[in-house]
């Protein structure tokens, strides 16, 4: 397996909101991604709290008799639960959050779980595409962008999550919206289908949304 992470301020954002993170783990693979919302100044503080919370809580019940399934969903609520904790200690209940994507993979199968608008996609042998689920608001024009669940807020809903077999040469792109939004999909599955190793294909990535993006962006991809 190969993998590389890249993450840009770019230029129209004061700091970076986006928090990564990948680390092995007994016989993990563990890749995060934490986009934060603001508010209240703390959007990156959200999104730090949120990945190191989730790999404390994933780490300490590793070893308990608990489905892959049942310790990421629950590392996932205990991460969120740290948010609100801190919201509270600074005033900013229920108005700070972040949105999180995290992928483990374990003897080539991937336990894929979402929040957010943070996006996962998949390119195999049977092409490229998303395969995380975008939690947005739709068809309301003055809410197009709008995300309905994140993590740290009072009322947190249940991540969306996908179990899936890997195969060689299988490769899962994460990012956050900074970059997706500014790249179609026949643009990344080119690159990605290129003879690039996946540091030059981030790299390649990342130039080709760099002087469109008004976000920050971050980017993982994984090469089984």
């Known amino acids: 397996m190969e993998y590389f992470s890249i993450s840009y301020k770019g230029d129209f954002r004061e700091k970076n909101e986006d928090y990564f993170k990948n680390e092995t ?3 993990s693979k563990i890749f995060l991604i934490a986009d934060g919302m603001g508010g209240c100044k703390y ?3 959200a999104s ?31 991460a969120g639960y740290k948010i609100l904790d801190f919201s509270n200690s600074n005033n900013c209940l229920n108005n700070i ?25 998949l390119q195999n042998e049977y092409g490229f595409y998303q395969i995380s689920k975008d939690h947005v608001v739709k068809n309301n024009e003055n809410l197009k962008n709008a995300i309905t669940r994140g993590l740290g807020f009072l009322s ?29 999909n026949r643009s990344i599955e080119y690159i990605l289908k290129s003879n690039l190793n996946v540091k030059e294909k981030c790299n390649t990535l990342l130039k080709n949304v760099i002087n469109k993006s008004d976000d920050n962006i971050t980017i993982t991809l994984i090469k089984i």
């Open 156 to 184: 947190m809903d249940k991540p969306d999550y996908i179990i899936k077999e890997l195969s060689d040469d299988d490769q899962i792109l994460m990012a956050t919206d900074g970059f997706y939004k500014f790249i179609d």
């Open 48 to 78: 730090e709290i949120a990945v190191e919370e989730f790999l404390i809580c994933f780490k300490n019940h590793y070893e308990e008799k608990l489905s892959m399934k049942d310790l990421i969903y629950g590392s996932i609520h205990h």
């Open 43 to 45: 959007g990156e503080k």
């Open 25 to 27: 783990f007994k016989d």
């Open 97 to 121: 959050g972040t949105t999180f994507l995290a992928s483990i993979i374990k003897e080539n199968t991937m336990y894929l779980f979402n929040v957010g608008d943070s996006r996962a996609y």
